[in-house]
Nanobody
Framework: QVQLVESGGGLVQAGGSLRLSCAASGSIFNIAAMGWYRQAPGKQRELVASTTSDGSTNYADSVKGRFTISRDNANNTVSLQMNSLKLEDTAVYYC???????????????WGQGTQVTVSS
């Protein structure tokens, strides 16, 4: 069994900062990409940022220059530092990992339970 557990969401004023963290645990052989998605009310889930095991990163245009994703491969964790938060960043943020549970199993996507980020004016 694999679990992704997120922490760090909350309420912050516009212009403020929050840091989200996610830890993957359980029967994990290796993890390819880890990332963060978000879903605002009435909208589709969208990619915020992702990172591969070799350190490559990818960001949504709307967060470039404000958010930074980082990963600890040894501990299977990924974090998202969010600065200069805007009202439109309000959403439920989900951690995602693309991983294998053993050397001979297929790659599968796993999701955390989500953490609420609310930016107020």
């Amino acid at each position: 069994q694999v679990q992704l557990v997120e922490s760090g969401g909350g309420l912050v004023q516009a212009g403020g900062s929050l840091r989200l963290s996610c830890a993957a645990s359980g029967s994990i052989f290796n993890i390819a990409a880890m990332g963060w998605y978000r879903q605002a009310p009435g909208k589709q889930r969208e990619l915020v940022a992702s990172t591969t095991s070799d350190g490559s990163t990818n960001y949504a245009d709307s967060v470039k220059g404000r958010f930074t994703i980082s990963r600890d491969n040894a501990n299977n964790t990924v974090s998202l530092q969010m600065n200069s938060l805007k009202l439109e960043d309000t959403a439920v943020y989900y951690c995602n990992a693309n991983l294998r549970r053993s050397w001979n199993t297929r790659w599968s996507a796993y999701w955390g339970q989500g953490t609420q980020v609310t930016v107020s004016s």
